[in-house]
C-alpha cells in the first residue's frame, strides 16, 4: 500500500471506526449526565436487583484511585498513550486478519477521550457502574471500553498474530533485521 493512498476498505475501516468513537464516547457521555443529574448526592438507581447498579463516585485518581489527585499527570499520560493507539489505528493493515484489532483499538480511543474529556471538565473522572455483591470499584463506561479493548488486543497478540502480522509497526524501512 502507498505510504499516502489508503484502499477503500482502509477509508471505510476509518470512518467505522469514527463512528464507532463516537457513538461509545455518546453512550458515556448521556449515561453520565443522568448520573450527574439524577444520582449525584441523592443515592443509586437499581438496575437489576441485588446484583448492579448505577451510582455517582468522583475518581480523582487514575485506574481504581491510584495517583490520586494527580489529574494533570493523569492527564499528560492520557494524552502520551492516546497517539501510539491512534498511529497503530493508521497504521493497522485493512486485511479482514485485522479487523477485529482494528475495533478494540476504536475502543480503547473512545475510553480515553472519554475520562480524558472528563478530566479536563471536572477535574475527577466520573465512575458510576457497581457490582453490588463484587468487591470491584465503581466504574464508568470509558473504562469498560478501555478494559474490553485491551483485553481483546492482548488475546489477538498472544493467540492469533504472529510476528509477521505485526511487521506494519516497524518504522524501519527494512521489515527483517539480519540476525548476527
Known sequence: M???KYS????ILLTVD????AGLYLADFFVEKFVIENLKGKGSYIIIENVLQLTYKENSGGLFGFLNNQQLFIMFICLILFFPVFIILIRLPDGKKYTIANFMLSFILAGSAGNFIDRAKYKHAVDYIYFINV???VFNLSDLYITIGCLVILILLVFYYKEIDLVFMNFKKAYFREIK
Do not use: A, G, M, S
Open 2 to 4: 502507498n505510504k499516502n
Open 135 to 137: 468487591d470491584f470499584p
Open 8 to 11: 477503500l476498505r482502509k477509508k
Open 18 to 21: 469514527l463512528f464507532i468513537i
